[in-house]
Nanobody, 126 residues
Framework: QVQLVESGGGLVQAGGSLRLSCAASGRLFSTLGMGWFRQAPGKEREFVARTSWVGTKTWNADYADSVKGRFTISRDNSGNALYLQMTNLNADDTAVYYC????????????????WGQGTQVTVSS
């Protein structure tokens, strides 16, 4: 089992920045593929960013086109934590953001993630 708890959401003006954190406990964190998803009101959940393993010590970062160049995903395996640095936020980024963990080293779709946090609200005012 993996437990995930997000934090760091809030209200920010357009053009501002926020840093989301995800604290993980349970199964060995360093073996997991990790990702961030979001869900805006009335919309389906969508992929934001993920980390996937290349070999045993190196991981890649991938992003949705809508956040590429503005968001940065990172992980701290010693601290069992995942982060999402968000910059130049706009109203379209308003959503509940979810941290997710996958047993797969290279998770492909949302269904590859078996563990989900409760989410943290991000609201961007224009």
């Amino acid at each position: 089992q993996v437990q995930l708890v997000e934090s760091g959401g809030g209200l920010v003006q357009a053009g501002g920045s926020l840093r989301l954190s995800c604290a993980a406990s349970g199964r060995l964190f360093s073996t997991l593929g990790m990702g961030w998803f979001r869900q805006a009101p009335g919309k389906e959940r969508e992929f934001v960013a993920r980390t996937s393993w290349v070999g045993t010590k190196t991981w890649n970062a991938d992003y949705a086109d809508s956040v590429k160049g503005r968001f940065t995903i990172s992980r701290d395996n010693s601290g069992n934590a995942l982060y999402l640095q968000m910059t130049n936020l706009n109203a379209d980024d308003t959503a509940v953001y979810y941290c997710a963990a996958s047993r797969y080293r290279v998770p492909s779709t949302g269904s590859d993630y078996a563990y989900w946090g409760q989410g943290t609200q991000v609201t961007v005012s224009s």
